[in-house]
């Protein structure tokens, strides 16, 4: 039963994932809020099955009640019409796509140099264990998603600002 939660809470992950970025039903911002809720829940469901309970309440209320709140906050104080978009040149969107790939590039470099497999917190369910095993091995790919929701809250205003007349 634990591998056919698994597949599904990926499986929901990862369109809901898809959908944030390419939303064929509408080009409404507010909806793609709603599916990044849905990825960081289902999120939260995968931290379930590894029995890190911690990190899926963390997930919940963090991202998805804080985190989520702030950009619909921007949306809609921004209020943003589909019609008033504005088109990007291809400069921007190859400079754009540049930066993206040199941010993946650094992020897979960083990957490779992650310790391999270690022991687990020796408490189960030790937040102060949890913390040392965060900050001490892993600050990197932690500051590096604090570095990703910020680009996403920046992205956000970018692309919901209207065109100066």
Known sequence: MQDVLFYIFAALTLVCG?????????RNPVTSAMFLV???MSMAGLF?????FFLAAVQVLVYAGAVIVLFLFVIMVLDLQVEE???????????GGIVAAALLSVMLAA????????DGPALEGSTAALGGLLFRHYL?????VSVLLLTAM???ILLSKRKLK
């Open 111 to 118: 990957m490779r140099e992650l310790p391999g497999t270690t």
């Open 154 to 156: 920046v992205g956000v």
């Open 140 to 144: 990197l790919p932690f500051e590096m």
């Open 48 to 52: 379930v099955l590894l029995e890190a």
């Open 18 to 26: 898809f959908l944030v970025v390419a939303n064929p039903f509408t």
């Open 38 to 40: 849905l990825t960081i």
């Open 85 to 95: 978009r504005r088109k990007y040149p291809r400069s921007a969107m190859l400079s």
